[in-house]
Nanobody
Framework: VQLVESGGDSVQPGGSLRLACVLS???????IAWIRRAPGKDLDWVSS?????????YYSDSVKGRFTISYDNAQNTLYLQMNSLKPEDTAEYYC???????????????????WGQGTQVAVSS
């Protein structure tokens, strides 16, 4: 099983990026998430999508209205469209997947079974 992120880059405030995460050799996931770690800070949940529930989506308040999560089931690829980027969005972004049902909220990070290696996003002028 491999999760491989891509798409990270350096952009100016107000810019856009699209991150991708290819989930290889992974059975259909129960949920998939984007999680980030800003420099010197803890991991922070960003967004989740639930293929098990018709791709229901959830966002943290800090990105709601600016970021869009999506999942291409045929390509087994997770995306994060990030618009109106802010300096506080600077972080390493990870995708993570959970295979089985859970009642744990999306924000509980230790529920995820598989993690990618991360892709770096830097937002500055």
């Amino acid at each position: 099983v491999q999760l491989v992120e891509s798409g990270g880059d350096s952009v100016q405030p107000g810019g856009s990026l699209r991150l991708a995460c290819v989930l290889s050799d992974l059975p259909r996931p129960y949920s998939i998430a984007w999680i980030r770690r800003a420099p010197g800070k803890d991991l922070d949940w960003v967004s989740s999508i639930y293929p098990a529930y018709g791709n229901a989506v959830y966002y943290s308040d800090s990105v709601k209205g600016r970021f869009t999560i999506s999942y291409d089931n045929a390509q087994n690829t997770l995306y994060l469209q990030m618009n109106s980027l802010k300096p506080e969005d600077t972080a390493e972004y990870y995708c993570a997947a959970r295979l089985s049902f859970t009642t744990a909220p999306s924000t509980l990070l230790d529920q995820y079974d598989y993690w990618g290696q991360g892709t770096q996003v830097a937002v500055s002028s």
